[in-house]
């Protein structure tokens, strides 16, 4: 695979509901009551329950080694977390959309891939990046 500045990689929209943060914290072991207890999500100030940083991160990173086709082609990867993903409790749960383009291509043959992920039109993860191979 070759890079081009400017290419873009097919978005991912997911869906994340109640359900999925459950199974994500059995997986993670991060039961922290924020990710699936309402009231307690809202004593700690939260508007409602929200998705684990981790997960949505990881959503992201999906997007990219499926562009890829080798997750081992993913040299480098992070983001920092700004906003949160607030899940309903409903069947639809919360929409994110995921978008990346390719921002550098360098000597040593890796390129950068700048990364987007929104929440209700608002960007949930800030200086997301990943290296590629």
Do not use: C
Request: aromatic share 8%; hydrophobic share 40%.
């Amino acid at each position: 695979m070759e890079f081009t500045v400017g290419t873009e990689l097919p978005p991912l929209q997911v869906r994340v509901t109640r359900e999925r943060l459950v199974r994500y914290a059995g997986a993670s072991l991060d039961f922290n009551p924020i990710h699936w207890n309402e009231r307690f999500a809202k004593q700690v100030g939260l508007p409602d329950v929200i998705a684990h940083g981790m997960l949505t991160m990881a959503l992201a990173g999906r997007m990219v080694t499926d562009w890829l086709g080798d997750p081992g082609r993913l040299v480098e990867y992070g983001v920092r977390f700004t906003r949160p993903v607030v899940v309903p409790d409903d069947e639809k749960g919360a929409l994110v959309e995921f978008t990346g383009k390719v921002g550098d291509v360098r000597e040593d043959g890796t390129a950068r891939i700048d990364l987007t992920a929104k929440f209700d039109g608002k960007t949930v993860l800030g200086k997301a990046t990943a290296v590629v191979r």
